[in-house]
């Protein structure tokens, strides 16, 4: 499944591809392109497919400077934002990306910025140069030896591939690297790989290694629960984060926490579970409020709902099942606006006519099936 998204980068919008596998998410990826390419290019697409068909959801994206090849520090540290920008994306989301991978000079800039996003367990590079400060080396065949490309990516797993007969980014450019970096390091050869693995088995081979590799260091974090299952459209998927009360909460574009107050044994990193009823209820009412208002050209200055959940169980025993007849949810509407008393009146009718209201309202039927 596909999703195209936007964020925002250096004042600018940049569009990307979000691509998700069929099944459960194990964990989000970032793919760094090579500067003058751009998400459409066929090698990388073919890595990025068969990320997908491991597990991943990969986000890929335009940079804002992707038109412009002329490798300045400005141009560069314009790349990193971008990253940045789109691991900030991913996080307030979906989920914060674990792995990142960069092909040519987007290796590059996958080295130098995985230290500032702190979710990145692992970093893979295809044919990437070194780097001098934001400088990249051996474009111009120059090497600045009184300053040297530095890595400082403490906890962080990189694979480094590239082919030994690229005629673009020499073998050597690699070498420099690997020295420079602390383990855990890897290195593999691609043997006869042009610079843009041209050849589709080679793309599919680097997509294959980049996985395994990835695996193990992101294993870890999924065993915390901080891996969420992308649903369909319409559909909020619920699953445990810490095997107590805290669950992640996931609809098609956002997710977030629900949890159990602290003296009920929670952590209380979210509201609870007859907070979102409440939730759901006022938001809906306001949203239907607004939209009446709008249509009627009502002078509604500001609308603001306060609810209240109350429920005696019978005997003062949770456990039981039937209720009493006291359950009942406060709804308090507050109108800002020149309104007459007729109107306001008519306001609060239309209040009960919002779609959750409706819902709970009528004759709910709830169905439970066992799934895999």
Same mark, same amino acid.
């Given at each position: 499944?596909?999703?195209?998204?936007?964020?925002? !980068?250096?004042?600018?919008?940049?569009?990307?591809?979000?691509?998700?596998? &069929?099944?459960?998410?194990? %964990?989000?990826?970032?793919? %760094?392109?090579?500067?003058?390419?751009?998400? $459409?290019?066929? $090698?990388?697409?073919?890595?990025? *497919?068969? =990320?997908? @068909?491991?597990?991943?959801?990969?986000?890929?994206?335009?940079?804002?400077?992707?038109?412009?090849?002329?490798?300045?520090?400005?141009?560069?540290?314009?790349?990193?934002?971008?990253? #940045?920008?789109? %691991?900030?994306? =991913?996080?307030?989301?979906?989920?914060?990306?674990?792995?990142?991978?960069? +092909?040519?000079?987007?290796?590059?800039? %996958?080295?130098?910025?995985?230290?500032?996003?702190?979710?990145?367990?692992?970093?893979?590079?295809?044919?990437?140069?070194?780097?001098?400060?934001?400088?990249?080396?051996?474009?111009?065949?120059?090497?600045?030896?009184?300053?040297?490309?530095?890595?400082?990516?403490?906890?962080? !797993?990189?694979?480094?591939?590239? &082919?030994?007969?690229?005629?673009?980014? !020499?073998?050597?450019?690699?070498?420099?690297?690997?020295?420079?970096?602390?383990?855990? #390091?890897?290195?593999?050869?691609?043997?006869?790989?042009?610079?843009?693995?041209?050849?589709?088995?080679?793309?599919?081979?680097? $997509?294959?290694?980049? &996985?395994?590799?990835?695996? #193990?260091?992101?294993?870890?974090?999924?065993?915390?629960?901080?891996?969420?299952? #992308?649903?369909?459209?319409?559909?909020?998927?619920?699953?445990?984060?810490?095997?107590?009360?805290?669950?992640?909460?996931?609809?098609?574009?956002?997710?977030?926490?629900?949890?159990?107050?602290?003296?009920?044994?929670?952590?209380?990193?979210?509201?609870?579970?007859?907070?979102?009823?409440?939730?759901?209820?006022?938001?809906?009412?306001?949203?239907? =409020? *607004?939209?009446?208002?709008?249509?009627?050209?009502?002078?509604? +200055?500001?609308?603001?709902?306060?609810? @209240?959940? &109350?429920?005696?169980?019978?005997?003062?025993?949770?456990?039981?099942?039937?209720?009493?007849?006291?359950?009942?949810?406060?709804?308090?509407?507050?109108?800002?606006?020149?309104?007459?008393?007729?109107?306001?009146?008519?306001?609060?009718?239309?209040?009960?006519?919002?779609?959750?209201?409706?819902?709970?309202?009528?004759?709910?039927?709830?169905?439970?099936?066992?799934?895999?």
């Amino acid at each position: 499944m596909e999703k195209r998204v936007e964020f925002i !980068s250096n004042g600018q919008k940049l569009t990307g591809l979000l691509e998700f596998p &069929s099944g459960t998410v194990k %964990a989000y990826a970032l793919f %760094a392109h090579c500067f003058t390419c751009d998400k $459409a290019n066929t $090698a990388d697409s073919v890595i990025v *497919r068969a =990320l997908v @068909e491991k597990g991943f959801a990969v986000l890929q994206f335009n940079s804002t400077k992707s038109e412009n090849s002329d490798f300045s520090n400005a141009n560069f540290a314009s790349n990193l934002d971008d990253l #940045k920008s789109a %691991a900030t994306f =991913l996080k307030l989301n979906y989920a914060a990306p674990q792995l990142l991978v960069g +092909h040519s000079i987007g290796g590059a800039a %996958a080295l130098a910025v995985a230290s500032d996003i702190k979710s990145i367990s692992a970093v893979a590079t295809i044919g990437a140069p070194a780097l001098s400060g934001y400088i990249t080396q051996d474009i111009t065949n120059k090497d600045d030896k009184t300053n040297p490309p530095q890595f400082i990516l403490k906890g962080k !797993s990189v694979l480094l591939m590239h &082919s030994p007969v690229d005629t673009m980014v !020499s073998i050597n450019e690699a070498e420099k690297i690997y020295s420079h970096l602390k383990h855990p #390091k890897s290195f593999i050869s691609l043997d006869t790989a042009d610079h843009f693995l041209s050849t589709h088995s080679d793309a599919v081979y680097v $997509a294959t290694v980049i &996985s395994s590799q990835a695996d #193990k260091y992101i294993q870890a974090s999924e065993k915390t629960g901080e891996t969420i299952i #992308k649903p369909e459209k319409g559909t909020i998927v619920v699953s445990e984060k810490d095997h107590n009360f805290t669950v992640n909460v996931a609809s098609d574009d956002h997710s977030w926490l629900a949890d159990e107050p602290l003296n009920l044994g929670g952590k209380n990193l979210g509201p609870d579970p007859y907070e979102h009823l409440l939730a759901a209820l006022g938001a809906c009412t306001v949203m239907t =409020l *607004r939209m009446y208002a709008k249509h009627k050209k009502i002078d509604l +200055h500001d609308i603001k709902v306060t609810l @209240e959940h &109350s429920k005696n169980h019978q005997n003062n025993n949770p456990s039981k099942e039937s209720l009493s007849d006291g359950e009942q949810i406060t709804r308090k509407v507050t109108l800002v606006g020149n309104l007459s008393e007729e109107q306001k009146n008519k306001l609060l009718v239309i209040a009960n006519k919002c779609p959750v209201h409706q819902t709970l309202n009528n004759k709910l039927t709830i169905t439970t099936t066992a799934q895999d």
